[in-house]
Every structure is written in structure tokens, then in C-alpha cells.
């Protein structure tokens, strides 16, 4: 079923893509702390040893760096189990293989693989360079609700996301979710065997909220589809997810059924399914945006697939003679193509959108302009999906609009910048002055439109924070020896300079541990540095700090009227090992700088 693109010789040329698109995210706000049993490592061998080690109901939570892993990640033998950054930034935590063109790969042919296990959380990490697959899921050994969130997924030899099978009887990879992840080749694969989500024989996956770049295959090759679910997969929601510079974007089912197909299916390569709400856009050379194939009751609804004449015959397609399928209010600037007697109700579709009727189409962003009077309000009858690509409300106006976008539909934002401040909030006059100060740019870029006020803030977060809100220099050269592969690491050197931190590991201060947790009490300190508070100014406020290394900084902090205390009404209590969470450092800033 791979076609090649030999008749595609015109559309060869070298396409500039964005590195970070425009995708709005909405939907994928930041992780709330972990509970229970947590182990935290900031080592290769510490990281592997904790996985090796892992017991269900545990949290694995790596500190930032950079990873070479000497195996591959095996998960074995255990549920509700959670491996993520400490950080939540997923681009300060690598875990990183020997190369996707490497064959000497030794133990590490992936990055992570799930056998046995299930109710597994991969979190807010960065994995890359392996010579098969980023992430297996082992359905023939009974994987099961593997939940990917917030990844960045570089540069995979083979599938960067695989659901394997081993056919009937089962078990199968099923209840898979991959939401708010990048997928993306640096340029192209290594062949053109490789796909962004491979799953076979997989029930219930739901993959939404994602950015896949260039998912494509060596120059006059063909890639996979970027989604592809197959013998007879089940029940598939693929939505809002952008696509740039992908050979294929989207195929629920692809060949005839076969040996592995689930439960000895021999008519349908997958049943059921939604394909809604997706943007796909191509300069490049490929083949065909959205694809349905043996597929029974497939609904395409609301997508925008943009391909620029590099395949004229069609930008989604249904084919073969036992595949039905609604496509229904979908945006398009190419044929809506039926093959082999394939049969669809088809209704609604625009398939000669122009290029001024999005905001950026070079750029990947699809949203509509008012020059789009051919899609705004064009869709017949009521709509047929509640949201956008955006996961704002629609219809706006007398009728939905055709494609993903819902021109003039937002969610109102609130006047402190931020969707999870709303008015009343507790912190939210503290969090709209930093907002307005430039101390806080967001907490999901690239939409930035979330504060996330319950998240922990760390210690390299906090150097930043501190360093916009001072206006610190530039620093000559980093103190510590463990935050070279910190994004925060420039603000850390600054904070150093300024005197304002000492390090984490008295006394040799050597290290300042980017990725732990900012205490209360290292608040106060930090505060206490950076304003040059002396004396107690006022005595001893608080009953749980005597002892506390941080005691003379906790009581300077009170007395400047930069902290109330952590026990309100009475407020005789500091708290001043509980971590600082971003809601209350906007209140320590507002107070000790507004």
C-alpha cells in the first residue's frame, strides 16, 4: 500500500518549515505535582536502575539534563505508574539513544518500551536518536492505557510511537492516549519505513492536541501516514492536531486485514473512529492528507487540508469497496477522492480554499480570515462538532463554519492575560502585575494563554523569574556544575552573580540543583538577597521556623510586609518547607517589587 511519489518530480523542491508552529494547545494545561511514592534521579545509571526498580503506584521524576542511556527503558510489571521531568519544561530532560541511523545501537534499539504494565504516564520529556523506535508498547505482552503527554519526540529509525500485536487471540496495545506531544524529524527519515503513531489492533486510542513536522521520507520516497491505525483497530478520535510537511497525515486502516488483524478480522482494517477538527498543510512533495481504507463508519469531520497541488488527485479519500465513511464540513484546496467503490455520504465540503483566507498558511497557522467567506457560516444544517481546532465554541454566527477553524470563536480570556486566572482568583491581582511586568510569559508556549498557579515552582524557574523581575546583567560564567543543560541555565549564572543564590549542597555550593522544588523558606532567603533586607524588623512572627536554617530570612520577610504567613486567619505559621507554588510567587514579587 506505499505509493511512490515518482510523479511528484515537481514538488521536489526543499521546503522551509517553522520550528515551533503555532498550535494553540488549549486543551493541555501543566501537570498537577505527583502524589504518593516518588523517586527522583539525575543520573543515567540512577534513571535506569529506578526504572528497572519500578513498583506500581510510584512517580519517576528526572532532573533536567541531558541523558545517554547505555539500555533501553524497559516497563515491566506494574500499574499507575508515572515517569516525567521534575521541571514539567520538557526540553530540559533528554533521554537521548545512540542515533536513528546508528546500527550499532547495542542495548538501547529504543528509547522506552511497555511490556507488561498498565496506567503508565510519560510525561514532560524530551526523547531522541534511536535506531527503531522512540516508544514501544507491547500489546502482544499486554500494554495498556499508556498515557503520552507534553513530549517532544525527535528523530525516530523506524516509528517514533509503536503499538505492536502479535494478532489473535491478544492481548492487544489498547486505550492508548497521545495529547499536546511534537513529533518531528530534524530533516527527513532514514527510510521510508516510519510512521509519528503506529498502533496495530488497537481499541479506544484518542491522539489530539499534537504538532507532527516533517514526517516525511528520503527525498523520492514515501513515509507512512503520521497516524496510522491498522488491523483492525477500533474506535480511533484523532483531533485537533497539526500537520507540517507530512508525505501522509492521517489513515485509519490502510490494507487488506491479515493474520494480526484483532480478533481474526477479515473485512475491515479498522472500525469505527473520528477523524475532527485537524489542520494539514504541505508545500513539499507527498501523497494524500487523510485516508480511510477497509474502514466501516468513519466520521471526517471539520478538517482544513491544505497541499498546494502536490498531489492533484486528492486531499482525503476513501477507498475500497467495504470502507463507509461521513466526510462532512471539511476545508480543502483539492479533491475530496473516492477509489475502488468505496462508499461515504459526503456533504458540506469546500475543496477550493485560497490562500488569503488563512492567517499565516506558509507558517502552519490555518486559522481563517474575513476574507474566507467561502467556509465562515458555509457548513449546512447544525454543527457537527461542538469545538475547533482551538477548542473554542462553535457555530459562531448563523451556522458552524466548514474546516477546523471557527472564524470569531475564543474563549474569553480574563484581564489577568491568563484562562486559569479568572476574576476572584486569589493571586489574580499578583499574577496580572507579573504578567504585565513581563516576569511571566506563560506556563504552555506557544500560546502562553495559562498561568498554572497550583504548579510547583522550581529553582531554576525562580532564577528566572528573579531575573526579570530585577533586571539582573548578564553573567561572565555558571558557578555550578549541574546546570549546563538547563534552559534556565544564563538566569542561574545571573542570580549567582547578583549574590542572590549560594547553591544547594553547603558547603561546597557547587551545584544548584535546577530542577527541585523552591521551598518556602529558600523563598525567603532568595528575597531576603536580592532586596538587601537587614535586621529581624520586628521580631519573631511565626511558631514552625525556630530551627530553620531560613529563620532570620523568614522573619526579615515578615517584617517588610512581603509575607502573611501560610495559616490564614491567624497566619502564625510560615510553612517553611511546603514548595512555593506559582500562584503564591507572584504574591512574594508583587509584594517585595510592586
Request: charged share 20%; with cysteine; glycine share 10%.
Amino acid at each position: 500500500m506505499r505509493r511512490t511519489i515518482a510523479l511528484l518530480a515537481l514538488a521536489t523542491a526543499v521546503v522551509a518549515v517553522p520550528q515551533t508552529p503555532a498550535h494553540a494547545a488549549a486543551n493541555c494545561p501543566a501537570l498537577t505535582p505527583p502524589q504518593g511514592t516518588t523517586v527522583t534521579v539525575d543520573s543515567v545509571p540512577e534513571l535506569q536502575a529506578a526504572i528497572g526498580n519500578l513498583v506500581s503506584g510510584t512517580t519517576i521524576l528526572i532532573a533536567d539534563g541531558v541523558y545517554d542511556l547505555t539500555n533501553t527503558l524497559n516497563v515491566r510489571g506494574v500499574t499507575n505508574v508515572t515517569i516525567r521531568s521534575v521541571s514539567g519544561d520538557r526540553e530540559s530532560v533528554v533521554l537521548r539513544g545512540p542515533g536513528m541511523s546508528n546500527p550499532a545501537y547495542g542495548n538501547v534499539p529504543h528509547v522506552m518500551a511497555v511490556y507488561d504494565a498498565s496506567d503508565v504516564l510519560i510525561a514532560d520529556l524530551t526523547m531522541r536518536d534511536a535506531y527503531y523506535h522512540l516508544i514501544q508498547i507491547h500489546g502482544e505482552d499486554d500494554a495498556d492505557g499508556v498515557h503520552l503527554y507534553n513530549l517532544h519526540l525527535i528523530d525516530a529509525g523506524e516509528q517514533f510511537v509503536k503499538g505492536s500485536t502479535a494478532g489473535p487471540p491478544g492481548p492487544y496495545a489498547d486505550n492508548g492516549i497521545v495529547e499536546c506531544s511534537q513529533f518531528e524529524y530534524t530533516d527527513r527519515a532514514r527510510s521510508d519505513y516510519t510512521n509519528a503513531v503506529d498502533v496495530l489492533a488497537g481499541s479506544g486510542w484518542i491522539i489530539r492536541d499534537n504538532t507532527f513536522l516533517r514526517i516525511r521520507a528520503p527525498q523520492g520516497q514515501l513515509a507512512g501516514p503520521a497516524i496510522l491505525m491498522w488491523r483492525n483497530s477500533l474506535d480511533t478520535i484523532v483531533e485537533r492536531n497539526l500537520f507540517i510537511e507530512c508525505d501522509r497525515a492521517i489513515a485509519l486502516g490502510l490494507s487488506a486485514p491479515d493474520a494480526n488483524s484483532r480478533d481474526g478480522e477479515t473485512t475491515y482494517d479498522h472500525q469505527g473512529g473520528v477523524i475532527r477538527n485537524n489542520m494539514i498543510y504541505r508545500e513539499g512533495a507527498g501523497d494524500i492528507g487523510i485516508t480511510v481504507n477497509y474502514a466501516r463508519d468513519v466520521e471526517i469531520y471539520h478538517n482544513t487540508v491544505i497541499q498546494n497541488g502536490t498531489f492533484p488527485w486528492g486531499t482525503i479519500e476513501y477507498r475500497f469497496s467495504s470502507t463507509t465513511a461521513t466526510i462532512a464540513n471539511n476545508l480543502t484546496d483539492g479533491p475530496i477522492w473516492q477509489r475502488n467503490g468505496a462508499g461515504a455520504v459526503v456533504t458540506g465540503n469546500v475543496v477550493s480554499a485560497q490562500p488569503g483566507w488563512f492567517v499565516d498558511a506558509g507558517a502552519g497557522d490555518l486559522h481563517l480570515t474575513a476574507a474566507a467567506a467561502g467556509a465562515i457560516d458555509a457548513a449546512p444544517g447544525t454543527a457537527l462538532v461542538g469545538d475547533d481546532f482551538d477548542g473554542h465554541f462553535r457555530p459562531v454566527g448563523s451556522a458552524a463554519d466548514v474546516g477546523a477553524d471557527e472564524f470569531g470563536s475564543s474563549s474569553p480570556i480574563p484581564p489577568s492575560g491568563f484562562r486559569d486566572v479568572p476574576p476572584g482568583h486569589l493571586f489574580e491581582a499578583n499574577i496580572t502585575w507579573l504578567g504585565n511586568e513581563g516576569v511571566t510569559k506563560g506556563c504552555n508556549p506557544p500560546t502562553n494563554d495559562l498561568y498554572c498557579p497550583d504548579s510547583v515552582v522550581t529553582r531554576e524557574q525562580m532564577a528566572t523569574f528573579l531575573v526579570r523581575a530585577l533586571n539582573l546583567p548578564a553573567a561572565p560564567a555558571d558557578p555550578f556544575v549541574d546546570t549546563a543543560a538547563s534552559v534556565h541555565a544564563a538566569d542561574i549564572a545571573s542570580l549567582a552573580a547578583a549574590g542572590i543564590t549560594l547553591g544547594c549542597n553547603p558547603p561546597d555550593n557547587d551545584r544548584f540543583c535546577p530542577g527541585d522544588a523552591v521551598t518556602r523558606g529558600q523563598m525567603a532567603a532568595f528575597l531576603v538577597r536580592a532586596l538587601g533586607l537587614t535586621g529581624d524588623m520586628g521580631g519573631r512572627r511565626f511558631v514552625d521556623d525556630d530551627g530553620s536554617v531560613f529563620e532570620i530570612n523568614i522573619e526579615r520577610l515578615a517584617g517588610a510586609g512581603i509575607t502573611r504567613g501560610c495559616n490564614p486567619p491567624v497566619n502564625d505559621m510560615f510553612c517553611p518547607n511546603d514548595p512555593v507554588r506559582r500562584g503564591e510567587m507572584a504574591a512574594f514579587l508583587n509584594r517585595a517589587l510592586g
